[in-house]
């Protein structure tokens, strides 16, 4: 079992940038595939960036694309998030979650693929 742990949400004016972290407990979480998720108020969960265990295979969607990095460090049991050129539109509650027993090239892009979810930290960007 591997539970996460978001911080490094908060709130942050238009063109800004955050780094949140999922920590994340238990031994095997280098065999983890990890991603990033959030959901607006009123909305629904929304895919944002996905990892293989390794690190070196990476999937964003294309809102984010070009300033959200996806990034882990499995010596450390954390994943990381780092948000550039943050919009308005950026703002929600970002949820990390994981998948274990992934394949080297696997990763996951859909809520329904991930059995282990953080609590979510809030993002708030100001115009």
């Known amino acids: 079992q591997v539970q996460l742990v978001e911080s490094g949400g908060g709130l942050v004016q238009t063109g800004g940038s955050l780094r949140l972290s999922c920590a994340a407990s238990?031994?095997?979480?280098?065999?983890?595939?990890m991603g990033w998720f959030r959901q607006g108020a009123g909305k629904e969960h929304e895919f944002v960036a996905a990892?293989?265990?390794?690190?070196?295979?990476?999937e964003y969607a294309d809102s984010v694309k070009g300033r959200f990095t996806i990034s882990r460090d499995n010596a450390k049991n954390t994943v990381y998030l780092q948000m550039n050129t943050l919009k308005p539109e950026d703002t929600a509650v970002y949820y990390c979650a994981g998948r274990g027993g992934s394949h080297y090239y696997t990763y996951y892009t859909s809520t329904q693929d991930y059995d282990h979810w953080g609590q979510g930290t809030q993002v708030t960007v100001s115009s």
């Open positions: 990892i293989n265990w390794s690190g070196g295979i990476t």
């Open positions: 238990g031994r095997t979480f280098s065999s983890y595939a």
